[in-house]
């Protein structure tokens, strides 16, 4: 299991969309109720993971795990800058 990284989130839908591209280049049919159904989770809790873009990183390895052949060790992952940052008026045009 990877260590987990300040201020970046494994991403659901991208890895699921990423997962669902693989396995059709491999010449198999993934649907989301297939995926759910080997995760052992209700589609309606899959949905939710899918809608909210957060799912337990448990759900992530079991994935990684259960379809090794089209996703590997596949990390989709999204930075959040907590930095603010101010638009300069300077590079604008007059």
Do not use: W
């Amino acid at each position: 299991m990877r260590s987990k990284k300040e201020n970046v989130r494994e991403v659901f839908p991208a890895t699921i969309d990423r997962l669902i591209e693989r396995a059709q280049d491999a010449g198999k049919t993934l649907t989301e109720a297939d995926i759910a159904a080997e995760l052992g989770i209700p589609m309606d809790t899959f949905n939710f993971y899918y809608k909210k873009d957060k799912a337990p990183a448990e759900i992530f390895d079991q994935m990684r795990k259960i379809y090794k052949q089209f996703i590997g060790t596949l990390y989709i992952e999204r930075v959040v800058l907590t930095d603010d940052f101010e638009d300069s008026e300077e590079d604008e045009e007059e």
